[in-house]
T-cell receptor, first 114, second 112 residues
Framework: AQSVSQHNHHVILSEAASLELGCNYS??????LFWYVQYPGQHLQLLLK??????LVKGIKGFEAEFIKSKFSFNLRKPSVQWSDTAEYFC????????????FGKGTTLSVSS | DVKVTQSSRYLVKRTGEKVFLECVQD?????MFWYRQDPGLGLRLIYF???????EKGDIPEGYSVSREKKERFSLILESASTNQTSMYLC???????????FGPGTRLTVL
């Protein structure tokens, strides 16, 4: 079965530290890739997405992600985190097949201390 | 602005009750989804619909049913609520399959 793995369950960083959250998926065909964020008490919102083209995509709030096809990975990065980045982050993959929905990873909780 | 609304933010029901969770989107999206979100398990897909009156089972459909009579509305039904259905329920919609999904605020359901 297709799956999405987020390797870090909980990441704790100090402000200004760099962030990289791992995401790997297990589907060999063409995929659309997403990172979502859920701030405390808020609904899920899209951080960034990749459909095709430049494998380095930029999203909101200074986040970026790189699609590496050979590694089936779509890691999320931010050079310098802020306290307000404290949230839960979800990677999601959509295999480009009719009748399929997004497959979500289990999420990574990021805690940033000021 | 894109909007997905859910009928309740918090709901408390008793075991055995029939529960309706309503979701409405105002974006004329074709696809609608119901997930449940539990700590450590991420989002798990219950059902989705890619057209009016169409439905597809997701990963955990047992104990749930859905209804989509109108394009903008997607209802999740718990025929006989059980305590293991205590969870956060999220509704989402997307314009087409494969596009990004837009999420509602969620309904936190507690079954006593």
């Amino acid at each position: 079965a297709q799956s999405v793995s987020q390797h870090n369950h909980h990441v704790i960083l100090s402000e200004a530290a760099s962030l990289e959250l791992g995401c790997n998926y297990s589907y060999g065909g063409t995929v659309n890739l997403f990172w979502y964020v859920q701030y405390p008490g808020q609904h899920l919102q899209l951080l960034l997405k990749y459909f095709s083209g430049d494998p380095l995509v930029k999203g909101i709030k200074g986040f970026e992600a790189e699609f590496i096809k050979s590694k089936f990975s779509f890691n999320l990065r931010k050079p310098s985190v802020q306290w307000s980045d404290t949230a839960e982050y979800f990677c999601a993959v959509n295999p480009n097949q009719a009748g399929t929905a997004l497959i979500f990873g289990k999420g990574t909780t990021l805690s940033v201390s000021s | 602005d894109v909007k997905v609304t859910q009928s309740s933010r918090y709901l408390v029901k008793r075991t055995g009750e029939k529960v309706f969770l309503e979701c409405v989107q105002d974006m004329d999206h074709e696809n609608m989804f119901w997930y449940r979100q539990d700590p450590g398990l991420g989002l798990r897909l219950i059902y989705f619909s890619y057209d009016v009156k169409m439905k597809e089972k997701g990963d955990i459909p047992e104990g749930y049913s859905v209804s989509r009579e109108k394009k903008e509305r997607f209802s999740l039904i718990l025929e006989s609520a059980s305590t293991n259905q205590t969870s956060m329920y999220l509704c989402a919609s997307s314009l087409r399959q494969g596009n990004e999904q837009f999420f509602g605020p969620g309904t936190r359901l507690t079954v006593l």
